[in-house]
């Protein structure tokens, strides 16, 4: 059981970037999936979910019209695109699994079973 989150980086405010989790088959095929992030000395947030089918999304308020997620299953990877970063965006992003076979999305860490390591993100101003 693995979650293998990659993409991240160092972005100037105002820009692009899409970080990438790779999930083991049995992980991903029925699970909800989710991202996370958590800055310096500050709690764990969600950030955004997807179920298993793709149909349901949420987003926290503060990434709401500016991040996507999306997953491609021919590939066992969810993908979230961030746009419009400024440094408060600034934080370790990590993916994590709910499930199996809900069409729940929640914004609840306590709710996610499954955790990757983390991908820095850095936006500079």
């Known amino acids: 059981v693995q979650l293998q989150a990659s993409g991240g980086g160092l972005v100037q405010a105002g820009g692009s970037l899409r970080v990438s989790c790779a999930a083991s088959?049995?992980?991903?095929?029925?699970?909800?999936m989710g991202w996370f992030r958590q800055a310096p000395a500050k709690e764990r947030e969600f950030v955004a979910a997807?179920?298993?089918?793709?149909?349901?999304?949420n987003y926290s308020s503060s990434v709401l019209g500016r991040f996507i997620i999306t997953r491609n299953s021919a590939e066992n990877t969810v993908y979230l695109e961030m746009n419009r970063l400024h440094p408060g965006d600034t934080a370790v992003y990590y993916c994590?699994?709910?499930?199996?076979?809900?069409?729940?999305?929640?914004?609840?860490?306590?709710?996610?079973?499954?955790w990757g390591q983390g991908t820095q993100v850095t936006v500079s101003s």
């Open positions: 088959g049995r992980i991903f095929g029925r699970y909800t």
């Open positions: 997807i179920d298993w089918t793709g149909r349901r999304r």
């Open positions: 994590a699994a709910s499930g199996p076979d809900s069409d729940d999305v929640p914004d609840s860490k306590y709710q996610y079973g499954y």
